[in-house]
């Protein structure tokens, strides 16, 4: 399963854009996006999702 952003919380910092070490955060159109077969919820690297371990807002970068 991947993570996904909830648009109409995201503020558009960019922060999880560049801590993910997959590389499946990018800006599309006017919001930011996870790639869903590039994202691994941070499997085999990490304790916490990086996508959500640095989003400002509760709750935006959830399971898909």
């Keep these: 399963m991947a993570f996904k952003i909830i648009a109409s919380q995201c503020t558009q910092c960019g922060a999880c854009?560049?801590?993910?070490?997959?590389?499946?955060?990018?800006?599309?159109?006017?919001k930011y996006v996870i790639d869903p077969t590039k994202c691994n919820e941070c499997k085999g690297g990490f304790d916490t999702q990086q996508c959500a371990s640095v989003c400002p807002v509760s709750n935006t970068c959830v399971p898909a």
């Design 17 to 30: 854009e560049f801590e993910c070490p997959r590389g499946a955060v990018n800006f599309k159109g006017e």
